[in-house]
């Protein structure tokens, strides 16, 4: 029988059975490689953004034009962070049984 070459198989993270290095889903557990960030983390890092802005120049006395444009100022920084911050590829937990 002729062994897989050893760079192209890694374990699971969660199961820690041998899957292919290639592939998205464990066949074992059910663990899912994600690219970037969720739609939980993206949503969470917009709306963080969207809420500091106006909080920021509501403390600095500014008026509702400049928090409005710190609003949309903050919300695209938000999108940017969580695209930087979950840039590369990690794995996710298997989903539980519904």
């Known amino acids: 029988m002729i ?8 374990q699971c993270p969660f199961c ?4 292919r290095g290639t592939t ?5 557990c059910g663990a899912e490689r994600q690219f970037g960030p969720t739609r939980r983390e993206s949503l ?11 909080a ?10 400049l928090a409005l444009m710190a609003a949309a100022i903050g919300g695209v920084l938000g999108f940017f962070v969580a695209h ?15």
């Open 84 to 98: 930087s911050r979950h840039a590369g590829d990690r794995w996710m937990p298997p989903r539980k049984a519904r």
């Open 44 to 54: 969470a890092s917009i709306g963080f953004g969207v809420v500091v802005g106006p």
């Open 3 to 10: 062994e897989p070459v050893p760079s192209s198989v890694e």
């Open 16 to 19: 820690h059975r041998t899957i």
């Open 56 to 65: 920021g120049m509501a403390l600095a006395g500014a008026g509702i034009t």
């Open 24 to 28: 998205e889903t464990c066949p074992h």
